[in-house]
């Protein structure tokens, strides 16, 4: 499969103050970055792993015992979600170690875990007014 490259900011994109960067004003570019940004993590295996860095640095063999992925498939996430700025590698001797580049991340995920919740309790309801 071939990897993918991100596009070059643009100048009208890195004109853009934070603040203002609500999805609605974005440029066309831009709203094809965040796209980008959730395709990586629609991935189940990408979130097991993010989840495991949560606690804390970890090389490859440590986020193996702990999401029972195998070598081969960590490997190929850590590199997708470090492409993808989510992670950070930190090579230390022998030994590369993966952290969480931006813990806002979590933010974005405890704030969807939140919608969910809210559907399923949603649906529950008005399957128990059918009763």
Request: glycine share 6%; charged share 20%; net charge neutral.
């Amino acid at each position: 499969m071939p990897t993918k490259t991100l596009p070059l900011i643009t100048d009208s994109m890195a004109t853009i103050n934070p603040d203002d960067a609500k999805i609605s004003q974005l440029p066309p570019m831009g709203i094809g970055m965040v796209a980008d940004f959730f395709k990586v993590l629609s991935e189940i295996s990408r979130i097991q792993i993010l989840c495991s860095l949560k606690k804390g640095p970890k090389n490859v063999t440590e986020i193996i015992a702990e999401t029972g992925l195998g070598q081969a498939n960590v490997s190929k996430h850590l590199k997708i979600l470090t492409q993808a700025g989510l992670v950070r590698r930190d090579p230390q001797g022998v030994n590369v170690f993966y952290e969480i580049a931006n813990p806002f991340l979590f933010q974005i995920c405890d704030l969807v875990c939140e919608i969910i919740v809210d559907q399923i309790q949603a649906k529950n309801q008005q399957f128990e007014s059918w009763k």
